[in-house]
């Protein structure tokens, strides 16, 4: 796991930037800890910060060049398989000077090319340089664990883990405005777009190669959702099971101390119910919530540890523990990012950090497997017309109650007139609508700058191109792997994880495993009754009883409390003062005046989310704009 930068001059003008390769790296330091290095050629040059895992030998540093010269690599992530091919390439003759991953990687591109990507079973971006036909080959895995960000004007090419470390080059920070407005709809930006005109993302699943000044871009693996419908629910939870198995036994290879986070939740007590087979006195962590007892899942946490025999420590914080490091969070976020739950993955890799340097987690099985609340309201709006037209019946009643996160009666409302509004659309418009914290409507009349309806919506529909208005709702899971998965919760587990200097693996998210995920009928994963049915059902002899029949809770910050009081100051400089609203040239100051005011009433609604999201925007634009 590291930082991974890299510049391609086209023209002369370009070799300016050669210079800020270090500097680019330095912008990355906590990514990459334990060593900072740079190599540069007449046009190229690359830069890497590392954080040692398989073979922390200085034989193993990057950038790693072949004993011919003719190839460097930079690589971030894992190459789990790497022993095997490594095996392989011996028997044709490749030589080796270390006992890592990233020197195997190396060679099995000189041998096979992109078709490596194949073979490789991990996650990663890299970058590998082949001087003879001045060729730059770039590639990210295929469920989005590792970013790869990519800056191209006429004079250079740039590519990096971060946009900090792109930033540390000069580049145009010209902000575009379809992408701020897809910001303030969901709290994220999608991929390939970013907050700046100039910088994309390579997407999951995507290798791309700079030549003579063009960029070319291909799809080396795309999830097919192609159900095998002979498949019974007994053969297909025993291949689960395999499955995962084995995903976890691969991501124990480690020459530095490994653990797993422990929510107390089905999918990371999965992880370390087949970890624990296989690394006796396993350490899991867990975080609990003194001021929020409803949120704290640390007794179920205990219950899996206690079964599975794990050196188990539970951190457990208060409300002002959380709120000290809130400028912590947002200082390292550096493009806006608004997910809150940054906040408590922060939080666990912080003091998990203290124990270890990688750290197994459940991330991914929500998605493909539908455990969402949403899922199973999708569920309910496709085969239960009755329900329906009784909710939509109540849409006017429920309009006007008052609607909020953080009362148990008025998120009830708040969900039934999310889903009643659901109900009324089609199944794209629905699956966007319950994605999103407000409307188009609502967010051009709070921008100030020109959004083009058209690119938007193009944009918009790429997305939504999963759907295909059916009653499948593995196009649903299909859509969340793309969208959610890879540009809220993978950027979130990434950003935070690397803020801590820890690498965390999810075993959900091995090819094998999502690939599979997506040949099930979605009856084995959503019914009227369970959501995630397969997963649960699959470990249900192993895992504590208790787990089961109970909701999904996760974690809400208490952000209303914060923005009503500790965060006030911050709401003053950043949304209400008036002359740096006019001279930004972003916002409405009149509807930002509103939004505030609708926080502050008995009906608060979607307000809290959307005045954190204006939030993260003005504090890193004071940072890395203004």
Same mark, same amino acid.
């Given at each position: 796991?590291?930082?991974?930068?890299?510049?391609?001059?086209?023209?002369?003008?370009?070799?300016?930037?050669? @210079?800020?390769?270090?500097?680019?790296?330095?912008?990355?330091?906590?990514?990459?800890?334990?060593?900072?290095?740079?190599?540069?050629?007449?046009?190229?040059?690359?830069?890497?910060?590392?954080?040692?895992?398989?073979?922390?030998?200085?034989?193993?540093?990057?950038?790693?060049?072949?004993?011919?010269?003719?190839?460097?690599?930079?690589?971030?992530?894992?190459?789990?398989?790497?022993?095997?091919?490594?095996?392989?390439?011996?028997?044709?003759?490749?030589?080796?000077?270390?006992?890592?991953?990233?020197?195997?990687?190396?060679?099995?591109?000189?041998?096979?090319?992109?078709?490596?990507?194949?073979?490789?079973? =991990?996650?990663?971006?890299?970058?590998?340089?082949?001087?003879?036909?001045?060729?730059?080959?770039?590639?990210?895995?295929?469920?989005?664990?590792?970013?790869?960000?990519?800056?191209?004007?006429?004079?250079?090419?740039?590519?990096?883990?971060?946009?900090?470390?792109?930033?540390?080059?000069? !580049?145009?920070? @010209? !902000?575009?405005?379809?992408?701020?407005?897809?910001?303030?709809?969901?709290?994220?930006?999608?991929?390939?777009?970013?907050?700046?005109?100039?910088?994309?993302?390579?997407?999951?699943?995507?290798?791309?190669?700079?030549?003579?000044?063009?960029?070319?871009?291909?799809?080396?693996?795309?999830?097919?959702?192609?159900?095998?419908?002979? !498949?019974?629910?007994?053969?297909?939870?025993?291949?689960?099971?395999?499955?995962?198995?084995?995903?976890?036994?691969?991501?124990?290879?480690?020459?530095?101390?490994?653990?797993?986070?422990?929510? =107390?939740?089905?999918?990371?007590?999965?992880?370390?119910?087949?970890?624990?087979?296989?690394?006796?006195?396993?350490?899991?962590?867990?975080? =609990?919530?003194?001021?929020?007892?409803?949120?704290?899942?640390?007794?179920?946490?205990?219950?899996?540890?206690?079964?599975?025999?794990?050196?188990?420590?539970?951190?457990?914080?208060?409300?002002?523990?959380?709120?000290?490091?809130?400028?912590?969070?947002?200082?390292?976020?550096?493009?806006?990012?608004?997910?809150?739950?940054?906040?408590?993955?922060?939080?666990?890799?912080?003091?998990?950090?203290?124990?270890?340097?990688?750290? %197994?987690?459940?991330?991914?099985?929500?998605?493909?497997?539908?455990?969402?609340?949403?899922?199973?309201?999708?569920?309910?709006?496709?085969? +239960?017309?009755?329900?329906?037209?009784?909710?939509?019946?109540?849409?006017?009643?429920?309009?006007?109650?008052?609607?909020?996160?953080?009362?148990?009666?008025?998120?009830?409302?708040?969900?039934?007139?999310?889903?009643? @509004?659901?109900?009324?659309?089609?199944?794209? @418009?629905?699956?966007?609508?319950?994605?999103?914290?407000?409307?188009?409507?609502?967010?051009?009349?709070?921008?100030?700058?020109?959004?083009?309806?058209?690119?938007?919506?193009? +944009?918009?529909?790429?997305?939504?191109?999963?759907?295909?208005?059916?009653?499948?709702?593995?196009?649903?899971? %299909?859509?969340?792997?793309?969208?959610?998965?890879?540009?809220?919760?993978?950027?979130?587990?990434?950003?935070?994880?690397?803020?801590?200097?820890?690498?965390?693996?999810?075993?959900?998210?091995?090819?094998?495993?999502?690939?599979?995920?997506?040949?099930?009928?979605?009856?084995?994963?959503?019914?009227?009754?369970?959501?995630?049915?397969?997963?649960?059902?699959?470990?249900?002899?192993?895992?504590?009883?208790?787990?089961?029949?109970?909701?999904?809770?996760?974690?809400?910050?208490?952000?209303?409390?914060?923005?009503?009081?500790?965060?006030?100051?911050?709401?003053?400089?950043?949304?209400?003062?008036?002359?740096?609203?006019?001279?930004?040239? %972003?916002?409405?100051? +009149?509807?930002?005046?509103?939004?505030?005011?609708?926080?502050?009433?008995?009906?608060?609604?979607?307000?809290?989310?959307?005045?954190?999201?204006? %939030?993260?925007?003005?504090?890193?634009?004071?940072?890395?704009?203004?």
């Amino acid at each position: 796991m590291c930082g991974i930068t890299g510049v391609y001059c086209i023209n002369d003008l370009g070799k300016q930037y050669l @210079e800020k390769v270090d500097d680019s790296v330095n912008a990355m330091k906590f990514r990459g800890p334990d060593n900072h290095n740079c190599v540069a050629f007449e046009k190229v040059a690359f830069g890497h910060a590392r954080l040692a895992i398989i073979d922390v030998s200085d034989a193993a540093s990057q950038p790693f060049t072949d004993s011919s010269e003719r190839y460097t690599i930079v690589f971030n992530g894992e190459f789990f398989n790497f022993n095997e091919h490594r095996k392989d390439l011996l028997t044709k003759g490749y030589t080796f000077r270390s006992h890592s991953d990233t020197e195997v990687l190396l060679y099995l591109y000189i041998a096979y090319g992109a078709a490596c990507l194949e073979k490789i079973n =991990g996650f990663f971006a890299f970058a590998i340089y082949d001087r003879l036909n001045d060729e730059l080959f770039l590639a990210r895995d295929r469920s989005g664990e590792k970013p790869l960000l990519y800056y191209k004007d006429e004079n250079t090419f740039l590519f990096a883990s971060e946009m900090k470390a792109l930033m540390a080059y000069g !580049i145009d920070k @010209e !902000i575009d405005h379809q992408s701020l407005l897809s910001y303030l709809q969901l709290n994220y930006i999608p991929a390939p777009h970013s907050i700046f005109k100039k910088v994309k993302k390579l997407l999951p699943g995507q290798y791309a190669v700079f030549k003579n000044g063009e960029l070319q871009i291909s799809q080396y693996h795309t999830i097919k959702n192609e159900v095998n419908h002979n !498949i019974t629910y007994q053969d297909a939870k025993n291949q689960l099971y395999s499955l995962l198995d084995a995903s976890v036994k691969r991501r124990l290879i480690s020459d530095v101390p490994l653990g797993a986070f422990l929510s =107390g939740g089905i999918d990371s007590s999965v992880v370390v119910a087949l970890a624990s087979q296989y690394v006796s006195g396993l350490h899991t962590f867990s975080i =609990g919530y003194k001021d929020e007892p409803f949120f704290d899942e640390t007794h179920y946490a205990n219950l899996v540890a206690k079964k599975f025999g794990t050196k188990h420590t539970v951190f457990s914080l208060t409300n002002d523990d959380l709120f000290e490091n809130v400028n912590a969070v947002l200082d390292y976020i550096d493009e806006p990012f608004a997910d809150s739950s940054a906040l408590a993955v922060f939080m666990v890799s912080k003091y998990t950090r203290q124990s270890v340097t990688v750290a %197994l987690s459940g991330d991914g099985a929500d998605e493909m497997f539908g455990g969402y609340n949403k899922h199973m309201a999708h569920y309910n709006a496709l085969s +239960r017309p009755i329900a329906n037209v009784a909710i939509k019946t109540c849409l006017p009643i429920l309009s006007v109650l008052p609607k909020s996160r953080n009362n148990h009666f008025m998120n009830l409302v708040r969900q039934l007139h999310r889903y009643g @509004e659901g109900s009324l659309l089609t199944d794209k @418009e629905r699956y966007w609508r319950w994605c999103s914290f407000t409307t188009e409507q609502e967010i051009k009349k709070l921008l100030t700058v020109d959004v083009r309806n058209t690119e938007y919506e193009q +944009r918009k529909n790429e997305i939504l191109s999963d759907i295909i208005d059916s009653n499948d709702l593995n196009q649903i899971f %299909l859509s969340d792997m793309h969208l959610v998965l890879a540009n809220d919760m993978l950027t979130k587990v990434d950003l935070m994880s690397m803020a801590n200097s820890l690498e965390v693996r999810s075993p959900f998210l091995d090819h094998t495993v999502f690939d599979f995920a997506f040949t099930l009928p979605s009856s084995f994963k959503v019914d009227g009754n369970m959501k995630k049915r397969i997963v649960q059902d699959c470990f249900r002899n192993i895992l504590p009883e208790e787990l089961y029949n109970r909701s999904k809770k996760g974690f809400e910050v208490p952000l209303l409390k914060w923005l009503l009081c500790d965060l006030k100051p911050m709401i003053q400089e950043y949304l209400l003062d008036e002359v740096f609203i006019k001279e930004q040239g %972003l916002f409405n100051y +009149r509807e930002l005046q509103a939004i505030y005011k609708q926080l502050q009433s008995s009906n608060p609604g979607e307000t809290t989310a959307r005045i954190w999201g204006l %939030l993260v925007f003005q504090h890193w634009y004071k940072r890395f704009i203004n």
